[in-house]
């Protein structure tokens, strides 16, 4: 995998990743009614459930490329297509998180159970992956070191995006429900999600 090709994947990543979806909402929702003994439980069930959905994705995708380099190519463009439809979607959403704290006592493993669930189940997070993921891969280099490079690299960020989450609205209970906090956070991922969009538009045309 070419240098240029990981660092534009580990700064899309984490640009992404700030970005509030439903596996951050139950994050925050979590931290904001049992502090932060939930934050370890739920960073650590978010980066299995990435794992899971991640993990998924790339062996269907390694079919694909097994199976037809044209068809590959065409789901590059699809997926660069869907980076754009998607960050103009947030861009527009604007508003504040709609999230109430969770106070029940549930133990640490029902955190993390409940957390991988969310994130590995919701559909959304493997067709994300698929569009995602092909934008920064070789296909003329080695899929298993580049899908292993790729799952290391996203599940770090992801678990440190997800603790910082939770550390932040047990502490800062009100930026969290904040309209213009999450306006900005949504314009910025937005943002960057269209620029994306058009970067992998312009890498399937090279291609």
Not at 1 to 29: C, D, E, K, R
Not at 147 to 174: C, D, H, K, Q
Request: hydrophobic content about 60%.
């Amino acid at each position: 995998m070419p240098l240029a090709h990981y660092l534009a994947f580990v700064t899309a990543t984490a640009v992404l990743l700030v970005v509030p979806g439903p596996t951050i909402l139950l994050v925050v929702s979590y931290a904001l009614g049992r502090g932060m003994r939930a934050a370890l439980p739920m960073a650590v069930g978010v980066a299995l459930g990435d794992f899971t959905a991640m993990t998924l994705s790339l062996i269907g995708l390694g079919a694909v490329l097994a199976a037809s380099s044209t068809l590959f190519a065409a789901l590059r463009w699809a997926g660069a297509a869907y980076l754009v439809w998607m960050g103009w979607k947030l861009w527009k959403a604007g508003g504040a998180m709609q999230v109430e704290a969770r106070e029940d006592d549930a133990s640490p493993g029902k955190m993390v159970a409940h957390a991988w669930l969310v994130t590995a189940l919701n559909p959304k997070s493997i067709v994300f992956f698929v569009a995602f993921v092909p934008q920064f891969m070789d296909p003329a280099a080695n899929w298993w070191t580049q899908m292993l490079i790729m799952e290391a690299t996203f599940l770090t960020l992801a678990f440190a995006n997800a603790l910082a989450y939770a550390t932040l609205a047990s502490r800062a209970r009100a930026m969290a429900r904040d309209p213009r906090a999450v306006s900005l956070f949504n314009r910025a991922g937005g943002a960057a999600l269209m620029g994306l969009g058009g970067y992998a538009a312009a890498s399937a045309a090279r291609a």
